[in-house]
């Protein structure tokens, strides 16, 4: 795995399709990174790392509301070592691109509803009884196609499901070729290598400790 980092330019693009996905402002290059100003209740702004570099700490220690996020390209304890005190680093997530291989899914019960709304690509399956059992999205550019918020529920997993979703998505994609990425958490991660995607690097977030 990559511990040295990422590409910019992936991660630029990763940002600008999740962005579409999520309905929130696109990346804008700060401080060595990308903040994304995303203006929830929950979430003032996040910064995205391909590396470490010193704009990294020194917005750290500028920062003092939790609802500020700090994201890197890089394991957990990259990025511990790099923070002043008060703040607490969480690990398990991965930056992963596709090989570019097609998602062979089986036939799944209930009905697969994809709709595109411009660049993004929302797809529900729903059982026969109403319920929804899975669902996921994709923001695509000419850049990278990006997947994004891949679900299953509960009493639905292992059932292939959340490969049909991401067959779904991959289907409705208007430029071929342009890489295809996603964060992943560790159970994600095994089942994406097992499909050809390689891991990039590790993804770990820092977050303020309320006082």
């Known amino acids: 795995m990559n511990t040295k980092g990422v590409d910019p330019d ?34 003032i702004s996040r910064w995205v790392f391909p590396t470490i570099g010193p704009g990294l700490p020194a917005l750290a220690r500028g920062l003092q509301d939790p609802r500020y996020l700090l994201k890197l390209c890089g394991e957990a304890d990259q990025l511990r070592l790099i923070l002043p005190g008060g703040w607490e680093v969480e690990g398990g997530h991965f930056f992963m691109q596709s090989s570019g291989a097609r998602f062979e899914a089986a036939s799944v019960e209930g009905s697969i509803d994809v ?33 994004d918020r891949i679900a299953t529920a509960p009493a639905h997993r292992r059932q292939g499901l959340g490969r049909a979703v ?39 977030t820092a977050t303020i400790v309320r006082p």
């Open 10 to 43: 992936i991660v630029y693009a990763w940002l600008c399709g999740r962005s579409l996905a999520r309905g929130v402002p696109q990346p804008v290059a700060d401080q060595g990174g990308f903040r994304v100003d995303t203006g929830t209740e929950a979430e």
């Open 115 to 147: 709709v595109r709304n411009d660049a993004v690509i929302a797809v529900r399956i729903v059982a026969e009884d109403g319920s929804l059992v899975a669902s996921g999205y994709a923001g695509e550019t000419p850049n990278a196609f990006v997947y």
């Open 166 to 204: 991401m067959a779904a998505l991959q289907g409705a994609r208007h430029y071929p070729g342009t890489p295809e990425l996603l964060v992943a958490t560790e159970a994600g991660r095994v089942l994406y290598e097992r499909l050809g995607w390689r891991t990039l690097s590790a993804y770990s």
